[in-house]
């Protein structure tokens, strides 16, 4: 390739300096199995000389099929080393949403684990393009259909040894080095795709926030297919850590498994909180090992946040903010347990202030920014934020706009509605889409839920809008979990004290456990159906 006047270090190129320092030490542990940096490189070395041997392709992507596996992380190396940039795809979705990833990716090489080689042939039938499918963990076909005329198998028989130059760590600072689809309003994935210059921005940023040293011992909680996963492999690696893949039963309750890997940094959402505390798995300085946790991907209650502070108590606590379009997270809040339950705006931790180098506003419907104290939409830019989705020129100009007051800086709209104080601290105040009219009225749905937490003394509530009637919301309910007994009539007549009527729900559910999506988020969809079920 080339090397143009705008070139950066690649995603890749931490852990191949990472590799030449400290190549004995373990860079993974994936079900109790270590492996050192210099068997983790062989292995990408490897898998990317197999990319450049048989890819005639010109595509800038490669596909990678696998789930919590070593594959899985040898994978995005290979498919980085290789010069190109991953799309992950989780086992666990529907085949068709897999292959329209697949499809709407243009990739030609897809990547398997061993634990995903039976989803192959129904995958490839619905294709009408050649790929090459690598499989690096199988020797030959087995159980496959050995019949597939339009496609090439590469198995592990066929996959070249590594060679230094197989690894590429200087790229176009604009090519990419990630893609992934989040959920379209119009049911069709929208592309995210991540250059190079944007996750190396955050990374340095964050590694030098956080002072990761080689010592570091980092959890992977999070699935490939969820961006907050760039940060737990390639903050490790970067300076020479050991990522720590967390289990799939462990990765809802991971108490037991921070402490016995004694874990020194954590990354999950929120959510997680809930569930141990629930559990009772959470007591004092029960994570002795823990220096830094962090939480993103979902709203952080002041009340979970105090919870995992006294839990980590050698542990500091931070609230991350920021959309995949922002580069895995572009804002954060440190947690002080003296001063911070009084920041809370509906009982939620501040998103706090943009990261050094990016920029944040708030802009009103004339996409005018509105002065500080003043509700708006949250939009960012900066080196951090992406320039537009994949091959979607229409929902780009939507979503990445020029401002009137800002000149030629490109601005991303998030379409969440924050506050921002006279000191810039930002506190986010719920989805635009969640924000709904009853009886003409405007309800913030986070506002019920953080009177619903104190009320039921319970951190896992949600309350949704009853299913409109003549394009009518005639009002919402909530969903509660983590209580023993669930008493309604006092919780509504509580509510009636604290809201106005309008916005009192007109029933309470108690859910045994708030349903979770595949990155670990309360399943407002799946909540949604639960209800449409219920209703006569």
């Not at 499918?133 to 496609?151: K, Q, T």
């Not at 737990?232 to 690696?237: L, R, T």
Request: aromatic residues 10%; hydrophobic residues 40%.
């Amino acid at each position: 390739m080339m090397i143009g006047e705008k070139t950066t270090r690649s995603l890749v190129g931490g852990f191949v300096e990472s590799a030449e320092r400290f190549g004995a030490r373990p860079a993974l542990v994936v079900d109790g199995n270590s492996l050192t940096y210099n068997q983790l490189s062989s292995k990408a070395g490897s898998l990317a000389a197999a990319i450049l041997a048989w890819e005639r392709d010109p595509s800038p992507l490669a596909a990678l099929l696998a789930y919590r596996s070593v594959t899985a992380y040898w994978g995005v190396l290979g498919i980085l080393a290789s010069g190109k940039g991953y799309l992950p795809l989780n086992p666990r979705f529907s085949l068709e949403r897999t292959r329209s990833m697949l499809l709407l990716s243009g990739c030609s090489t897809l990547i398997v684990g061993a634990e995903s080689i039976s989803q192959v042939p129904k995958l490839l039938a619905g294709l009408d393009r050649r790929l090459t499918v690598i499989v690096p963990e199988v020797g030959d076909y087995g159980n496959l259909p050995a019949d597939f005329p339009s496609h090439r198998f590469v198995f592990s028989e066929a996959i070249p040894p590594a060679s230094d130059s197989a690894y590429r760590t200087e790229v176009d600072s604009q090519a990419v080095a990630y893609l992934l689809f989040t959920s379209g309003s119009t049911g069709v994935p929208k592309g995210v795709p991540i250059s190079h210059a944007n996750v190396r921005s955050y990374l340095e940023y964050v590694c030098d926030r956080y002072q990761v040293t080689s010592q570091e011992r980092i959890s992977q909680e999070f699935d490939l297919t969820f961006d907050l996963s760039v940060h737990d492999m390639f903050v490790a690696w970067e300076r020479g850590g050991c990522l720590f893949s967390v289990p799939e039963k462990s990765v809802m309750a991971p108490a037991k498994f921070i402490r016995e890997n004694e874990l020194t940094m954590w990354f999950s959402v929120p959510s997680v909180i809930g569930l141990l505390s629930r559990l009772r798995l959470l007591s004092l300085n029960c994570f002795p090992s823990l220096r830094y946790s962090l939480f993103c991907g979902e709203p952080l209650s002041g009340t979970s946040a105090q919870i995992w502070q006294e839990a980590a108590a050698n542990s500091i606590v931070e609230n991350l903010y920021g959309p995949t379009e922002t580069t895995i997270a572009i804002s954060h809040y440190r947690w002080d347990s003296e001063r911070s339950l009084e920041e809370c705006v509906n009982g939620i931790v501040p998103i706090g202030w943009p990261f050094a180098g990016q920029k944040a506003c708030l802009i009103g419907a004339d996409r005018k920014v509105v002065p500080a104290g003043e509700c708006g939409e949250l939009c960012f830019s900066g080196s951090q934020v992406t320039t537009g989705y994949w091959n979607n020129a229409e929902k780009t100009s939507h979503q990445f706009i020029c401002l009137p007051e800002c000149g030629d800086t490109v601005w991303y709209r998030t379409g969440d509605m924050a506050r921002q104080d006279d000191r810039g601290c930002l506190y986010f105040l719920g989805r635009m889409d969640q924000q709904i009219k009853i009886r003409g009225y405007r309800v913030e749905l986070q506002e019920i839920e953080a009177v619903l937490r104190t009320v039921c003394g319970s951190a896992q509530v949600v309350s949704l809008p009853l299913p409109a009637r003549n394009g009518t919301t005639e009002g919402v309910v909530a969903f509660v979990s983590g209580v023993k007994e669930l008493d309604a009539n006092r919780i509504l007549n509580s509510c009636s004290e604290l809201l106005p009527d309008y916005m009192v729900p007109k029933k309470i559910y108690k859910a045994e456990e708030l349903p979770l999506n595949a990155n670990g988020k309360i399943d407002r969809r799946k909540l949604t159906t639960w209800l449409e079920e219920m209703l006569p």
